[in-house]
């Protein structure tokens, strides 16, 4: 009986989806806002090589604020909502390769992370894609050296000071530049080269930053409530 | 090649709401969840794709002067990048839960909750 219902859901929400893929005709060129932001005018305007990265920072900065936004208060639930756990937590030795290689591993995929958020304005990636790089070097060290305390102190001020400095930077469009979130207040570099695109390197690298330390800091959560009983 | 995509990720947003309504361990159905926001990041990237069209980065081979026939659009993709990322705080969460339900009951099996159950 209940697998029959779910069946009906199922089919039922397949039914509504299926004409969404069977008009779709595909589209021969961009629509209207794709086409304002590629225009070579509005292009040099933001002088970001990679369009999604001027998308994201400057013309829907609000949105990446508020997405950073709610990072920090899933990360801030899920610390209020985990209770830290006092007994003791028993896990087997790690193997010899396994802490050898974290520790050759850890600085390399840390600058690799800094190298993605760095470059967001050229390459594919940015401050979310380096930010989540960073987390993962940091869940390599905890499943390696267990024992180990992270200072979690120093997590949270990271992530403080990065989000103030985001504020900051897009505050500061709006007093001297044309809005907030302008990236205009730097000047705007060559087009293609690592210095362009005015604020927006910066400011993505302090949202790498921030999501590095908030990801880095669920995780440690997530760790610290697990005990034997 | 849009289409396959739409279809795959018309496909795995169904896959996600039978994993969601007929699995009974909270990990799975949290995979569930998962697979369904992944689902529609497809769709949405798919939608957005135009014929031919290539990624929208300028470099030396789509300059300046032709970017806007030759990229696809970039609105979406930004909006895919905002939603992957609320996406992984909602599952984040949802797992905070379910490490809350295992102490509360010892196991993960979502019959066994019945508290609110009517």
Not at chain 1, 27 to 46: I, R, S, W
Not at chain 1, 71 to 77: G, Q, V
Not at chain 1, 171 to 186: R, S, T
Not at chain 2, 68 to 73: G, H, K
Request: hydrophobic residues 50%; neutral net charge.
């Amino acid at each position: 009986m209940k697998n029959i219902f779910t069946l009906m859901i199922l089919v039922a929400f397949g039914i509504m989806i299926y004409p969404l893929v069977n008009s779709f005709k595909g589209n021969d060129k961009l629509p209207e806002l794709g086409n304002y932001y590629a225009q070579p005018e509005n292009v040099t305007k933001v002088n970001s090589a990679n369009l999604v990265t001027a998308v994201v920072v400057t013309y829907r900065g609000l949105d990446t604020l508020g997405e950073v936004s709610i990072l920090f208060l899933t990360a801030a639930i899920i610390a209020f909502f985990l209770k830290k756990q006092t007994g003791k937590h028993e896990v087997r030795e790690n193997s010899e390769i396994f802490t050898t290689a974290a520790k050759v591993l850890f600085p390399l995929m840390i600058i690799l992370g800094v190298y993605i958020f760095m470059n967001g304005h050229l390459t594919p990636g940015g401050g979310f894609q380096g930010g989540a790089v960073i987390a993962s070097a940091v869940i390599l060290m905890l499943l390696a050296f267990p024992e180990v305390p992270v200072n979690q102190k120093l997590l949270s001020y990271m992530e403080s000071i990065s989000g103030i400095v985001f504020v900051g930077l897009a505050a500061l469009g709006a007093l001297i530049g044309f809005g907030y979130l302008d990236n205009a207040i730097l000047p705007l570099g060559t087009f293609g080269k690592f210095l362009s695109a005015g604020a927006v390197p910066i400011i993505y690298s302090f949202v790498g930053l921030k999501v590095g330390a908030e990801l880095s800091n669920i995780l440690v959560e997530f760790k610290s409530v697990q005990s034997n009983e | 090649m849009e289409y396959i995509a739409l279809g795959t990720g018309m496909l795995v947003i169904l896959a996600g709401l039978w994993a969601i309504m007929t699995r009974k361990n909270l990990i799975r159905i949290i995979i569930g969840f998962s697979l369904f926001d992944t689902g529609i990041h497809l769709v949405l990237v798919a939608i957005s794709y135009v014929k031919g069209g290539t990624a929208p980065i300028l470099d030396s081979t789509v300059c300046i002067q032709d970017a806007a026939q030759r990229i696809v659009d970039p609105v979406p993709q930004a909006l895919v990048l905002t939603a992957i990322v609320i996406g992984l705080g909602v599952t984040a969460l949802m797992l905070a839960f379910a490490m809350k339900m295992h102490k509360e009951k010892g196991t993960l099996d979502i019959r066994s909750f019945k508290d609110l159950k009517w």
